[in-house]
């Protein structure tokens, strides 16, 4: 099946009963290279998870229980810890884990690590970053774009489903130099609901949401300064819209090109030939085919009236956005080949 | 309640028993001034609208059944038609109308009769336009921009739902010059199925839709030169999408500005103070605050790092995209209150 | 349109900020006959409606303001009070604005005053009632059922939704003495999500309940009594489910019975023949035949191998089924003509 | 991972390119005993996987082309066929596969071979059976009751989607002589829109089924036949109804019962013991702990007022309900470990 079986890497999960902790487990269940060891979860301390997740029955985790999160015992029992905790949340859990054990690897789900500096993370996020001396160690997971860094990292943070789908749709052209940077790029991305994650809350209820649709944070989002930095462009207009689904993210982009329809198309297949989970496609991606899945879809053209380019990506919130991607991550760290356990196609519908 | 009561215009429906067709009726059986007299469906000939239709049993048009469409029978009994026939399909239908009687008013939802000219049609629609002469007469039914028009005029064509989001949450720029066309403008739009029409098809399955989210046309679609000829704009990029939900349009627009986010605030109110069906807004906009209404709700803000105004304008596709912007149309072709029968508010849930 | 324009009954909603409140705003913003004087809301005390719900911007009391409950100014400016609090937070409410005008009718939408007597209820409820002497006064308002007693009261106990189901569902039935009380009653109903109410919760947030369906309460629901208490049977075996949807419900009854499926075809058509919100349908209806408005749609047929009857009924859970019933109470206990505000049909798609 | 690698099953699948086609293909991507060799689609004849279905490219059948069905071609190609027609079309394809080989096997998705007569098969489906010869060979497919059969079997018939939910349900207490049938019993079942089907249509599009919620067959439905007959009862009463999501079936059902819920946990728990598909659950499933799985999860309880056990079921329509279940069978047919490639879980959220 999916990778050779063989010595197994002890892997932990911090704030494990979210959404990406929850697409965690049901990914690891069937990954031939990993087995769970450790869970924690402040909220469900104590219980098994067959009880908080019961469609987890008959896995073979069934019977682990919660834990709160202890460093010491989280190092002891793990080789990796997947991190799944908000940002600021998440730097003091990654550096007690770092400083439990100089061999243990973390990968973080946060924003916690993810801008080349803190000085850009505290300006983002207004807070001052009690952890800022890890920067040097942390890279950003995007393996189609930091492969090698990846695997010689020992903390790695996950990117942003946002900047996940506009990094890919967007980075060939820019390190192509295609882009004229004299025009805005506009970045006009949907997501569904999962990427608000798993808290109470009005704003998400189902009649709030369902048959409705919606742009939020018009005013500005902090996934806009971290889709620019890894491009390494000076800034790009970045929207987010709410879609009533529970995952995938379409993201249409916009920038000024001089190369054709069939340029940009020969520029994207060629920068992500030999890239198991891009597939750069001939007609428009849907949300659909990637749902459950570590895929990006990409379709490029050219709206010749207007010079644009215009890109459409889709991934899973869930998966190359977040949890399938951190898989993907943990196997580069580990040696491991890249699509163990990661092999699964869309339920599709 | 909504507009006095006073004398009642006979009202028919040409293909009165798609998505269009059923709306026009439900606000028709609570418009004060309008009876309904005229049902036409080929597929539905013979039967009552209560036996296609039964959410309108206890209507007051429950038992007047569905003709095959006849011109003089229409004009005999209407004193105006509503066309909701496919584009190419409508042209024939308003001509006949229009010949049978040198006094019915025709409003026709088609595209046959949105472009200022013949020529554009059918260089968009790829088709000879058999009722070239009626072009001089046809007025585009957006009231915010050709409400004196539309006030004279026998023959409306009522606009794409596309456009009329797209058109209300650009116009104000435009027409005041604070577009800088130097850059292109950017049109990225979401729709709610409904848009599609009543029709068999596999595409459009609950499956095939349902937790899905898609951009379509993307390499061109007919509303694009809609908008740009009514704006007077060179092109427009535009960009559609498919929300899974019923009913709704949001509109994501982009243009290059000097204006600030205050002056762009305050461009937009003043233009459309006075307008009872446009909202703008303080917040963005919902689809589910217009939903089942004849609204338009509008943000407008400033990304200042890209220079970017954005614009995010909310429809219900079937409501002032389609019924009840007709309805609207209506209303000012014969003198009524702009505002009879449409003082509706959304389910909002 | 709706009634004749008159007298305005001048109209307060305490706790107006959730679902039914929103739904009750809607309808009275065009009911001819109704005047919103007076709104509370706890969470939104001193905010203005346009503010909290900005789809009602351009409604008659787009600036009335959400005011802390004070029964003495509810009184001074109401002539019926809505009373749209949870039960136990109803009855002191109701009391006090009872206490605080011997004229001032009240419609409470919560479970306080719905048994024959506070000693069910506080079996049913689990806590003792605190205005045990005004049971007598109370009466439960399904009009098809207590039409007369509900012109003459001052506090109508508004029925739950699933109970307006079910006992519509049921009661032709029962009142002819056609159910076979050997064999007990099957009631298996299915609501939108809107029934749950406007809370801060995880069981109820998009992700959690979209794509999934689920029975709920299945060992006891205390909308089971209510239905049995109703329709004088000793009691029904209830079963309540939870659909992905905003607004409906759907009842499937189920009883032994001797008749024929002509026979409780003429019995329910009989029954409610001159009620102008029941449809007696010669076809199963629909949820989205009556979302929106007040009607409740009944199918009636027998399944000859079982001898079961089986009735499939249909409302609006907000409508029928809470703010439009409740409307329907308040033309009653007024005076007006009993569909004042409520000929609206659904938005059926 | 799941079940050891080891010689491939040659599969073929004829009606591939339909629900449960791409879902035998989702499944069979990641299976480690069992290989692709032949697919058939009249619609989509002469094209390849990748192209048809976008989601499945990088499986290691994407290049793979749709046949038109040639029975030589396929026993040629094939140890087992996936027959995924509809019933009436599906009986000459498995006939004529069974005499191209005698060494085939067929797994036939319609209803053509469920009955145990053809007789039966004739009157409820109205139609004559041209292999009535071939029922003699035919075992029901579902390996919870049948399953030493069907290892022994050349011809399985796969469970309609509502009689796995049902039967599974019902079969320990009718097993055991615990359902008293002087009462009637009641099945009322809520799908999923896939069990549809993917086919053009009006009523299945999103819009007529987002928002609603509907009975269908209220006056008879061809599973109910199938349900009695596998149980072994004279009749049940069923009711299906059609939930605005993709996947999944719950199943209520009622029954007379003398047991206690404690006895029917006991009982239960006790017959479904060593089933690892079948998880007796301490509280109600949803059928998002099932969706993508060949799980059943079942909650009993009893209703002491009424003397009625309350049984819901869940699974997923496509899963258990189709194309994973027939995945089970042929690896009981082909002696490989029951749960092979079948160790999945639900996507969840």
Known sequence: MQGTSGPS???????ASGYTGAELLRLLSIHPNATVTY????????KQVKEIFPHLIRSPFEELSFDEFNPERAVEL???VFCCLPHRASFPAVKALMEASSKVKVIDFSADFRFNSFETYESVYGVEHGARELFKEAVYG????FREQIKRSRLVANPGCYPTSAILALYPAVEAGAVDTDHPVVVDSKSGVSGAGRKESVTFTFCEVNEDFRAYSVDGHRHGPEIAEKLGLKSVRFTPHLVPMNRGILTTAYFKTE??????????????????F???RTSPPRTHD???????DIYVTKD???????????????GKGASSQAVQNMNLMFGLPEEAGLKLFSLWI
């Open 9 to 15: 890497v002890k892997v932990g999960i911090v704030g």
């Open 39 to 46: 869970l924690t979860s402040r909220q469900f301390r104590g």
């Open 78 to 80: 793990c080789d990796v």
């Open 142 to 145: 995007l393996p189609e774009l």
């Open 259 to 276: 190369l054709s329809k069939e340029e940009l198309q020969h520029l994207y297949e060629n920068r992500y030939k030999g890239e198991f």
């Open 278 to 280: 891009v597939r750069v």
């Open 290 to 296: 990637v749902a459950g899945t570590n895929f990006c």
């Open 304 to 318: 010749k009236e207007s010079g644009l380019a215009v890109v459409v990506s889709a991934i899973d919130n869930l």
